[in-house]
């Protein structure tokens, strides 16, 4: 049903139908750029903030393609699922101090940031932290409040936490000032965040489910074209009213295959199946297409989702494909195994990403690294060795998969991958690893000396295909801040992004291995020093410089993701304990079915 201002009605009607005219005429793929270098494309611009009541609200109207027969949550008794999380022994007196002292220092980053967020950009999406202003951002609906929720509570911030439940009352997610919802994002911080405080609190706060349901049912909106595949950036207005959408034809492939953590979970905590079957038709559709793409078992950067075809050829587990690839152990055990889908199409991603894209770095120490590069189905086997710092999730993804999917040999891989983000941090002028970058790959993975005039043969043919010279080599790598083994940093931001240490929290977990807390405290201390502001934290411009201009934003995830992972690093195993609960690609905790 659709609820207008009267006297508003027609200049409404009049102002969507020529939205709908500019943007039905956009040629394909005009709305989303092409994007050679998939490292992410910035943060987004800022929008001027709703004014006074929104004219249009949506209220769930009549579907135009009803789902005749739901698709059912699996019904068989969970099956035990082999342990995830180390068996950790007791630990002293003197290390437990040193612990807490750490995990004390990343919780008063976090009290600042949150502070700077509450007094200046409260019910805002997120705060610029050195103008004191605020940024819309993702439907101005409180982003970071929302997604903050639960590190509240696993920080013991239950007045802070208790001031947020009294602010969600007054979000309304029936209306917003974006002429297009973007899913995704909504389903992975708004969505996920109501979720995860609500399992974290073991359901105590019934409105955190409320919420929840009103975000889910939304976005659900966008379900509702001709084959079930969502609309993902998602032209609300026209189904508020009445109109029919289409998926798109250019769909970001973690746009489309990410959203099963939070739909399952809903079904599981409100018995309703409409959402499980929303994202089990994906999940369907890219099994049956897993085999047949043009690098099997991988699915390509782009997706025509109207047609379901697969034609892109890049192929990547960076930005805008990552979260698919994380989601496939993820929804395994999240849905206590079960079903085997996910279990094959992990199999067969694992087995493709190990052959086709991961490559050894050569260094100047010798460490044997990895990192995964992207590859066109037009260039046969030829690694494209960039790596970007979405791409550091994989070191977690591949340990948790090595660990319920009973695969030891790949624990050494998931190892390695995660090293290897560690080195891209140690190695820059800050500490502090850049939004992307290019490495010289070793040409024997076991054996890898490192060879001086190799680097500046690759520098050379980053920056200057018709030029050759030891000379000219240096100077690129002078101009151009480059370290060893690096041969360009297309990208020298750094944009508060979690990936690094979510890998490091990962494998401490499954590991215990003490030196990779040493390094998140490396990694820590370098961000803070670099980021601190006076009312938050900034992304900054340049990791060569340890001068660096900061940047006048500060994403949602800094405060649900990056802190959330450095405080979890120094917590108590139990803390988020990995065999209890499932984090999603926002770092909400979903708790986990028991067999």
Same mark, same amino acid.
């Given at each position: 049903?659709?609820?207008?201002?009267?006297?508003?009605?027609?200049?409404?009607?009049?102002?969507?139908?020529?939205?709908?005219?500019?943007?039905?005429?956009?040629?394909?793929?005009?709305?989303?750029?092409?994007?050679?270098?998939?490292?992410?494309?910035?943060?987004?611009?800022?929008?001027?903030?709703?004014?006074?009541?929104?004219?249009?609200?949506?209220?769930?109207?009549?579907?135009?393609?009803?789902?005749?027969?739901?698709?059912?949550?699996?019904?068989?008794?969970?099956?035990?699922?082999?342990?995830?999380?180390?068996?950790?022994?007791?630990?002293?007196?003197?290390?437990?101090?040193?612990?807490?002292?750490?995990?004390?220092?990343?919780?008063?980053?976090?009290?600042?940031?949150?502070?700077?967020?509450?007094?200046?950009?409260?019910?805002?999406?997120?705060?610029?932290?050195?103008?004191?202003?605020?940024?819309?951002?993702?439907?101005?609906?409180?982003?970071?409040?929302?997604?903050?929720?639960?590190?509240?509570?696993?920080?013991?911030?239950?007045?802070?936490?208790? %001031? /947020?439940? $009294?602010? =969600?009352?007054?979000?309304?997610? &029936?209306?917003?000032?974006? !002429? @297009?919802?973007?899913?995704?994002?909504?389903?992975?911080?708004?969505?996920?965040?109501?979720?995860?405080?609500?399992?974290?609190?073991?359901?105590?706060?019934?409105?955190?489910?409320?919420?929840?349901?009103?975000?889910?049912?939304?976005?659900?909106?966008?379900?509702?074209?001709?084959?079930?595949?969502?609309?993902?950036?998602?032209?609300?207005?026209?189904?508020?009213?009445?109109?029919?959408?289409?998926?798109?034809?250019?769909?970001?492939?973690?746009?489309?295959?990410?959203?099963?953590?939070?739909?399952?979970?809903?079904?599981?905590?409100?018995?309703?199946?409409?959402?499980? %079957? /929303?994202? $089990?038709? =994906?999940?369907?559709?890219?099994? &049956?297409?897993?085999?047949? !793409? @043009?690098?099997?078992?991988?699915?390509?950067?782009?997706?025509?989702?109207?047609?379901?075809?697969?034609?892109?050829?890049?192929?990547?587990?960076?930005?805008?494909?990552?979260?698919?690839?994380?989601?496939?152990?993820?929804?395994?055990?999240?849905?206590?195994?079960?079903?085997?889908?996910?279990?094959?199409?992990?199999?067969?991603?694992?087995?493709?990403?190990?052959?086709?894209?991961?490559?050894?770095?050569?260094?100047?120490?010798?460490?044997?690294?990895?990192?995964?590069?992207?590859?066109?189905?037009?260039?046969?086997?030829?690694?494209?060795?960039?790596?970007?710092?979405?791409?550091?999730?994989?070191?977690?993804?591949?340990?948790?998969?090595?660990?319920?999917?009973?695969?030891?040999?790949?624990?050494?891989?998931?190892?390695?991958?995660?090293?290897?983000?560690?080195?891209?941090?140690?190695?820059?002028?800050?500490?502090?690893?850049?939004?992307?970058?290019?490495?010289?790959?070793?040409?024997?993975?076991?054996?890898?000396?490192?060879?001086?005039?190799?680097?500046?043969?690759?520098?050379?043919?980053?920056?200057?295909?018709?030029?050759?010279?030891?000379?000219?080599?240096?100077?690129?790598?002078?101009?151009?801040?480059?370290?060893?083994?690096?041969?360009?940093?297309?990208?020298?931001?750094?944009?508060?992004?979690?990936?690094?240490?979510?890998?490091?929290?990962?494998?401490?977990?499954?590991?215990?291995?003490?030196?990779?807390?040493?390094?998140?405290?490396?990694?820590?201390?370098?961000?803070?020093?670099?980021?601190?502001?006076?009312?938050?934290?900034?992304?900054?411009?340049?990791?060569?410089?340890?001068?660096?201009?900061?940047?006048?934003?500060?994403?949602?995830?800094?405060?649900?993701?990056?802190?959330?992972?450095?405080?979890?690093?120094?917590?108590?195993?139990?803390?988020?304990?990995?065999?209890?609960?499932?984090?999603?690609?926002?770092?909400?905790?979903?708790?986990?079915?028991?067999?």
């Amino acid at each position: 049903m659709l609820f207008v201002r009267k006297s508003y009605f027609l200049p409404t009607f009049i102002l969507v139908f020529l939205t709908y005219i500019l943007f039905s005429n956009l040629p394909p793929g005009a709305e989303i750029p092409y994007i050679d270098d998939p490292a992410e494309y910035g943060p987004p611009p800022p929008r001027p903030p709703p004014k006074g009541n929104d004219l249009i609200h949506y209220r769930n109207p009549t579907e135009k393609h009803p789902v005749e027969e739901y698709i059912p949550l699996p019904t068989a008794a969970p099956s035990p699922i082999p342990r995830v999380q180390y068996e950790f022994p007791v630990e002293s007196w003197f290390t437990r101090r040193r612990r807490v002292k750490k995990q004390n220092a990343v919780r008063n980053a976090f009290k600042h940031a949150w502070k700077g967020y509450k007094e200046h950009a409260w019910l805002r999406d997120e705060l610029s932290p050195l103008s004191a202003e605020y940024r819309e951002s993702f439907g101005g609906w409180a982003a970071t409040l929302v997604d903050s929720l639960d590190t509240l509570i696993i920080m013991g911030l239950m007045d802070e936490f208790e %001031d /947020a439940l $009294q602010a =969600i009352e007054h979000i309304d997610f &029936s209306t917003t000032g974006a !002429t @297009q919802i973007n899913v995704f994002e909504t389903n992975i911080r708004y969505l996920g965040g109501f979720l995860g405080a609500y399992d974290l609190t073991n359901g105590s706060y019934p409105i955190l489910l409320k919420k929840a349901v009103e975000v889910a049912d939304l976005i659900y909106g966008s379900f509702d074209t001709r084959n079930r595949m969502p609309q993902s950036r998602w032209e609300w207005t026209r189904s508020a009213l009445g109109m029919g959408i289409q998926p798109s034809r250019n769909t970001i492939l973690a746009e489309l295959g990410s959203l099963n953590l939070e739909f399952t979970r809903m079904s599981q905590l409100t018995k309703d199946p409409k959402y499980f %079957d /929303a994202i $089990q038709r =994906i999940t369907d559709k890219l099994e &049956s297409a897993q085999s047949r !793409t @043009q690098v099997p078992g991988l699915w390509p950067m782009m997706v025509d989702a109207h047609d379901m075809q697969f034609t892109d050829p890049r192929f990547t587990v960076g930005g805008m494909a990552d979260s698919t690839y994380e989601y496939l152990p993820k929804e395994h055990i999240l849905l206590g195994a079960q079903t085997d889908q996910y279990r094959k199409m992990y199999d067969a991603a694992i087995n493709s990403i190990k052959k086709r894209l991961l490559f050894r770095g050569m260094t100047k120490d010798g460490k044997d690294i990895m990192f995964a590069g992207n590859i066109r189905s037009t260039s046969k086997s030829v690694i494209e060795p960039q790596f970007e710092h979405l791409k550091c999730f994989l070191g977690g993804t591949v340990g948790i998969g090595a660990k319920v999917f009973d695969r030891p040999e790949e624990l050494s891989i998931a190892r390695k991958l995660t090293d290897g983000c560690i080195w891209a941090y140690d190695i820059m002028p800050t500490g502090i690893m850049p939004e992307a970058l290019y490495i010289s790959p070793c040409k024997n993975t076991d054996d890898c000396e490192w060879d001086e005039q190799k680097w500046h043969t690759d520098v050379l043919r980053r920056f200057a295909k018709n030029s050759q010279g030891e000379e000219v080599a240096q100077q690129i790598i002078s101009s151009n801040k480059l370290p060893p083994g690096v041969t360009e940093i297309p990208d020298a931001s750094y944009n508060l992004r979690p990936e690094a240490i979510e890998s490091v929290f990962i494998m401490y977990r499954i590991t215990g291995d003490k030196e990779l807390q040493d390094a998140a405290w490396r990694m820590f201390r370098s961000i803070e020093k670099m980021t601190l502001t006076r009312y938050g934290h900034a992304a900054i411009s340049d990791v060569r410089n340890p001068q660096s201009s900061q940047l006048d934003y500060m994403e949602s995830f800094w405060l649900a993701e990056t802190l959330k992972y450095f405080y979890l690093i120094f917590s108590e195993p139990d803390v988020v304990n990995l065999d209890e609960y499932v984090l999603n690609t926002e770092a909400h905790p979903f708790r986990r079915p028991t067999a």
